[in-house]
């Protein structure tokens, strides 16, 4: 915990009210461990209890969505990768639907497919990543994250083959995709989703029924269903309270009518639940990419009427959002005609997902802070933009 | 989905004196969207909530637009008797819209799985009169996006429990994402002089 400001606050607080016995107001951030990037929690303690959490954001804030509003659709792309550095793949797809929803254009098939491949992939080592996250957090340290890390390796070799970039992947483009898979990358694809098993298998085995883990997460932090519903929460988290909807099913997006999969939901709405759904979820994940590497057929990639350099959709607006593997990933368009979008909006799930972190930390100690927060999963370059 | 004549229809028949206007798309996206006047915009909002056949229990997306005060071009076909022939002529008028922000509300129920349905509310200009009815108090998911707008946009939310600004840093003092924002010249303009 960051000491910077520590102090002991006096008997009568600011707005006049009485202060019952010591309180402590703690600035834990921009740069603690657990907060992944840089952002911020002004907390009051009675004791070792939250009393009250402000989230503090904008340390990563660049205004993304000016920046989008003064440069062309297609310059925009490259940098949607950078908002959830995690999934670039996912932030793709995101903006690619919501242009095309705005100038009527429509991925060909096999791009389609691609699309749910690199989706579904991004989903698996996202997941992977989180689970690892969140046990570090807890003090099991380095050992599953740096498995998960193993695992996430392989599939960004995936995305390097074929895009280029392990990270920026800047791959979608309005209409299908930008390059074609290249030779055995389906092969090598389908080696990496029949070894993922394995290591869930020892993941889960080695972390479902640890004590430690159970002791720290059951019972913390429940979220109700109502509530999560109320503040607009989406993904993981939402589903682990109960609420069945999952954009793949609800909108059923892209080709995701064609797979059979299941959505995992959580009974009780805790950071258990939380972790459970998102590593059922890889399971469900790996059925999907399944069907699609057996599926996948030839043909274009790009849809024949997709212009790439002078693009300008006929005025209008549109709202596209996907499942991202943090939640509901939205982007909304405006175009008056010209080469620039007039109003350019990224609906960030893990902003939003952020909007109830201190309603699940009151009563809790600082040390269920550090956990409940890396069961929110949070990016900074998409909270801040 | 119904449509969303039939939606404007139930809403004014339910919220009395409740003015809603539907804003065409002409985008192919075919995404139209209800304009609501602000006196009775929590009434109907809370309906939306509230309504067994709408049950928009979600607010997923909430942003501001800025339309700057701008010079609209219309044509239209007007009949003129010239030197005793009746012709008809394309006459090109031009109409000042004045300046206004808009929030935008993209609404969705997951009780029912449907959606979206989009609520427009427009502020009477872009200055004093730049404040709205918050929604918050109706859809807890606004809470951190209407105070976005408000930090970036510069629009008042009334009623808000908690409106202060969220990116940018306290004591900033203009509205980045206006269209006529002018970024600083020189690193560190825009803040508070040192005290």
Known sequence: ?385 | MESLEQIKIWTETAVAGARLQLVTNPGPSGQHSLLVDNDHAAAVARFFLEDARLRLDYASNVTGIDWPEAVLQEKRKVKQTIEGVEREIEETIERRRPGFLEVVYHLYSMALKQGPVILRLRTGDRGAQARLPSLTPIWRGAEFQEREVFDLFGVVFEGHPDLRRILMWDGFKDFPMRKDYAPPQESGAGREPAQ
């Open chain 1, 1 to 385: 915990m960051s000491t910077r400001e520590f102090q002991v606050i006096p008997r009568v607080d600011v707005d006049g009210t009485a202060v019952d016995g010591e309180q402590l107001e703690i600035s834990m951030g921009p740069q603690h461990p657990s907060t992944h990037g840089v952002f911020r929690m002004d907390l009051k303690l009675d004791g070792e209890r939250v009393a009250r959490l402000k989230p503090v954001f904008g340390y990563l804030h660049r205004n993304h969505e000016k920046i989008g509003e003064s440069t062309t659709y297609l310059g925009s792309m490259p940098y949607t990768d950078r908002l959830d550095y995690f999934c670039s793949l996912t932030n793709n797809w995101a903006y690619a639907l919501a242009v095309e929803k705005l100038a009527g254009l429509q991925a060909p098939e096999r791009a389609e497919y691609i699309r749910v491949i690199t989706a579904e992939l991004t989903r698996l080592q996202n997941h992977a990543s989180l689970a690892g996250f969140l046990l570090q957090d807890m003090g099991a340290s380095g050992t599953p994250l740096m498995y998960a890390f193993r695992e996430r390796e392989k599939i960004l070799d995936l995305f390097e083959s074929l895009t280029g970039a392990r990270m920026m992947c800047n791959y979608m483009r309005f209409g299908g995709c930008r390059c074609d898979l290249p030779a055995g990358w389906i092969l090598e694809a389908r080696g990496v989703v029949e070894r993922f098993p394995r290591f869930l298998d020892e993941f889960q085995a080695l972390l479902d029924g640890n004590e430690i883990l159970m002791s720290r997460t059951q019972g913390v932090g429940v979220l109700p269903a109502a509530l999560a519903v109320n503040a607009g929460i989406t993904g993981p988290m939402l589903r682990a309270s109960g609420v069945n909807y999952d954009l793949r099913k609800v909108d059923r997006y892209g080709i995701y009518d064609r797979f059979s999969f299941k959505v995992p939901i959580g009974d009780h709405g805790d950071v258990y639940d939380r972790y459970m759904v998102r590593v059922l979820e890889m399971r469900e994940s790996l059925k999907i990419l399944d069907q699609a590497l057996r599926d996948i057929p030839d043909g274009p990639i790009l849809d024949p009427k997709a212009k790439l350099r002078g693009f300008r959709p006929k005025p209008g607006e549109a709202y596209g959002r996907i499942e991202s593997p943090k939640g509901e990933l939205g982007f909304y368009l405006i175009s008056d005609g010209s080469p620039n979008p007039y109003r350019y909006r990224v609906r960030p799930p893990s902003f939003i997902n952020l909007t109830l972190l201190e309603d699940l930390c009151l009563g809790h100690q600082v040390a269920d802070v550090v956990v409940i927060l890396g069961s929110v999963d949070i990016v900074l370059g998409e909270v801040d933009r």
